[in-house]
């Protein structure tokens, strides 16, 4: 593991001790109604850390009524205008993302610095591949891993000037194996905590599956201290993603489901009973692998290390649990049956 130096973000600790699920708002940043009930959705699905863009003096007045309305840190996304992030400051944000080097010459980096340090806001540096500086792209001729770390370390440096660490980084691309090693060499350059994510990943499909491999791949080797999940898509679905992530690479508790992909062994439909079990257990805390399989011969045997599941016969089904214990139900009832029996676990 990491020697993470620790950064508080309202009430989260980034030290690697524990995973952050983070999201951003796609309302229209003006839309204050709407970006508060998608505030409320976010943490109500699992979200803890919260981002907003304010592109203009309009949009701080986000932070107060965002703040007023949900419990988890805010982090203010500004660029170019440092007295957005003055202003955001002044509004009670948790978090400030900010590339130094974008908003002009040191005595606006200073004033953001002082800004940020009476009132114990952290800076997350943002980089990703395309916005690298002429200057890096000219020495390594793209957006290599090791021009997008020099690049968050040059801006990591110019708050280090006015003796701030207080900072969290982040360098995202699209390319997901270019993203990868791009966060392996900043973890061993730096020790700054660092937020994951595949930038412009797509879709829901095609996102969750570079993000997976991405941010996966990455708190495997110990690496990582925020996640998101970026999706073309409703924001709320991030949240599932990311605990999904999580879940799967045992960082996070909740329902584990593993269900076997059927042949034609198979006599109940199984892909609908997977779906309805899946659905229904994803915001229960319990810290549990639940077992959807088609038949006895990828029932008990191949799931038994699972704490309870089915196994699909012809028009039924066997109920089973670890301590051996087993029921027959009919295939109308397995679902229903089956979340009884999670219950009372």
């Known amino acids: 593991m990491r020697n993470v130096r620790p950064v508080k973000v309202g009430d989260c600790v980034l030290d690697g001790k524990h995973i952050y699920i983070q999201s951003m708002l796609n309302m229209r940043s003006d839309d204050i109604e709407g ?17 907003a863009a304010i592109p203009n003096m309009e949009a701080v007045k986000l932070i107060p009524a965002i703040k007023k309305a949900v419990s988890i840190p805010l982090v203010a996304d500004i660029h170019f205008d440092y007295k957005l992030a003055l202003e955001s400051a002044a509004a009670g944000v948790d978090k400030i993302r900010i590339n130094p080097g974008n908003i002009g010459g040191m005595d606006r980096v200073k004033a953001v610095v002082d800004a940020c340090r009476s009132k114990a806001i952290p800076i997350r540096i943002g980089v990703n591949s395309g916005s690298l500086e002429k200057e890096l792209l000219a020495k390594y001729g793209s957006p290599t891993p090791e021009a997008l770390v020099e690049s968050a370390l040059n801006h990591a440096a110019m708050l280090e000037r006015f003796d701030f660490n207080d900072i969290v980084i982040s360098i995202k691309s699209s390319d997901v194996s270019k993203m990868i090693a791009s966060y392996r060499l900043a973890a061993k350059k730096c020790n700054y905590p660092l937020h994951l994510g595949v930038t412009e990943a797509g879709t829901e499909r095609m996102g969750l599956i570079k993000s997976a491999i991405g941010i996966g791949s990455l708190l495997c080797d110990g690496i990582g201290e925020t996640i998101r999940v970026s999706l073309t898509d409703d924001p709320v679905r991030e949240i599932y993603a990311a605990k999904d992530i999580l879940k799967s690479i045992g960082k996070r508790g909740g329902v584990r489901l593993v269900s076997c992909p059927t042949c034609g062994r198979t006599r109940i439909d ?67 049956e089956l979340l009884k029996e999670i219950e009372l676990l």
């Open 35 to 51: 970006s508060v009930k998608q505030a409320v959705e976010l943490e109500k699905a699992g979200c803890e850390i919260i981002r």
């Open 270 to 336: 199984l892909v609908k009973a997977a779906k309805l079990v899946e659905e229904a257990v994803k915001d229960m805390d319990k810290d549990i692998t639940v077992a959807v399989m088609g038949c006895i011969v990828n029932g008990p045997g191949e799931a038994r290390e699972a704490d309870i599941g089915i196994a699909g016969g012809d028009g039924c089904a066997i109920i089973f649990k670890k301590d051996g214990s087993q029921r027959k139900v009919r295939e109308e009832d397995i679902v229903p």
